[in-house]
């Protein structure tokens, strides 16, 4: 069975195309805006023990995706400030949750063709 880590780099080989948005957190969860509401908890529940993983281990790599994943300083800054420690995976999560809703709301505002 393959790391995560060894997958999303085994399916960027194959497709030869930059990894965007999510997926660089966690890449086999696909849109968090699905069906239901159970979709979207089970999608925020996955990337949140992900960001806590990366917290722990490799906080570099995490603010590093959490730049490619357009999340902005003032709001990191606002979670790290004002969250309990506990809870900043969580928030973070959150913030992720939402900024890729409003990406997927721009794409089909403005779509390319």
């Known amino acids: 069975m393959l790391t995560w880590q ?9 497709t030869n195309k930059p990894l965007m948005g ?5 890449p086999e ?3 968090p805006h699905g069906d239901s509401a159970a979709h979207e908890r089970a999608w ?6 992900r960001v806590a ?5 490799d906080p570099g790599l995490l603010f590093s995706h959490l730049y490619r994943l ?3 300083e003032a ?3 606002r979670i790290l400030r004002t969250e309990f420690p506990k809870d900043i995976p969580e928030a973070i999560s ?6 890729e809703k409003q990406k997927a709301a721009s794409r089909k505002a403005n779509p390319r063709n």
């Open 75 to 77: 709001s990191l800054a």
């Open 94 to 99: 959150r913030e992720i949750l939402l900024r």
């Open 22 to 26: 999510a997926e660089l957190i966690l």
């Open 29 to 31: 969860l696909g849109e």
């Open 6 to 14: 060894e997958d999303l780099y085994a399916r960027h080989q194959k």
């Open 44 to 49: 925020l529940d996955a990337v949140n023990i």
């Open 53 to 57: 993983e990366l917290l722990d281990t």
């Open 70 to 72: 357009d999340i902005s």
